[in-house]
């Protein structure tokens, strides 16, 4: 593949509402020079504001957070709307 899409990084949502485990997960992705961390979330309906604003192409979703499980930010969201998600359970 070649021109401006190749060279575009994986653009990477976070949402969990512990603080430490959004550190942990950014930690981890800081060094892979093609992925982008575009935004943070710790609740449920700021993720869905988020996913619908910032458009990312992956998020990784905190199962169990108060409030909105990352199960029923799916569902705000829609399931074709949702990007690739990799759920997180947090510690």
Do not use: C, K, W, Y
Request: net charge negative; proline share 8%; hydrophobic share 50%.
């Amino acid at each position: 593949m070649s021109g401006p899409a190749a060279e575009r990084p994986v653009r990477v949502l976070i949402v969990d509402d512990e603080p430490l485990n959004q550190l942990r997960i950014a930690d981890l992705l800081r060094g892979a020079s093609d992925v982008e961390v575009v935004g943070t979330a710790a609740d449920g309906p700021t993720a869905v504001d988020a996913i619908r604003r910032l458009a990312p192409d992956l998020v990784f979703l905190d199962v169990q957070m108060p409030g909105m499980s990352g199960l029923e930010v799916i569902s705000a969201v829609g399931v074709r709307q949702m990007p690739a998600t990799i759920f997180t359970i947090g510690r």
